[in-house]
């Protein structure tokens, strides 16, 4: 099945000026994952279909009987943009076999937020990249939460975070003693069918709306992960958005990659970073957001070690864990 060739676009000034996520939605003011939406349909174009799992961008982006979609959408239960996107795809090939609907190609895109498809969703994600015979992009739109229901921890959520499961106490003042889940590295590995994985953000926009372009015009099952700044959970000023997002890539918090075709490489300012430019201290963006509000200098610095780590460490700088050293010493260990 052909898939539209999306050519990237060559700068801001050559991006579309169509709109198919308008305005009208109710995300809160500085809502990262709501820009993340918009810049998503707009490189897909009007040739799209939506498929959006439970969460705030299933709930503040349709009220009954109104939505800022412009392109067909569609509601899917939380775990299950994988085998929405799946079956829709599936189903848009059959109707077009049986000459029912036009023969032309159309792209399924089906999102789904961290607690979605990072955690509960993941095993329909995983069996959704090995339908080659499918072409869909499944967009995890990752607010480090389960937003929605008022700011859960998730397998995504960074370590030592304040949210309504994980506040800090008297006894215990790091309450999430988990390192982010590593998603699109676990993905990409693991999923040798899967021929585009990339990790994206939108404060970088042109980079993230060619990545989106990408993944659609090479066809088959192809995922992205989106780091998403989110005023209400990560509690900072909905003016800081841009910023945070900016401050996420220049820390090596979160790195730029895609894998194309097994192929790994780094982008924008990842690029830089992995050939060596020098990381922000990850204090610039802790200290802007309310979530890490009880951090100790103890607790910033083991952030920054971490980070450090993914950088210093990892087999893939920021992508892969365990250097050589270590995986033959966990082989000796199983022997
Ligand atoms: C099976 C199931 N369990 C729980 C819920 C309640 N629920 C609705 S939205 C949501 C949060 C989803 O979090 P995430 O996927 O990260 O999206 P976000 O709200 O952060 O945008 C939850 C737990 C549900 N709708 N379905
Ligand atoms: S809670 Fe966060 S993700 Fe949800 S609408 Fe508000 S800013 Fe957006
Ligand atoms: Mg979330």
Redesign the pocket.
Known sequence: MQTLQLEPFKGVKKVTQEEYFTSGHRTCQGCE?ALVMKLMVKAAGPRTVVLG???????ANTTYYSTSWVVPWMHT???SSGSAAVGTAAALKALMRKGKILQEPVNVIAF??????????LSAISAALQHEGYNLLILC?????????D??V?G?SPWGVNTTFSPPGKKHRIMNRRWKKNMAGMLAAGHPTCRYVATVDASFAVDMMNKVRKALSIGGPTFIHSLDP?PK?WDYDPMLSHELGELAVETGIWPLYEVEDGKLGFYSKSKAIAAGRKRKPVREYLERQGRFAHFTEEDVEFFQQKTDAMWEKWLIPGVIPFTPEEKAALRVAVE
């Open positions: 994952s799992s439970t969460g705030c961008m299933y709930v239960q939380l775990g789904c937020g961290d607690g979605g498809g990072v955690d509960m969703g739109y990752d607010n480090e939460s389960y937003a929605n229901t700011i859960q998730s995504s989110c959970g």
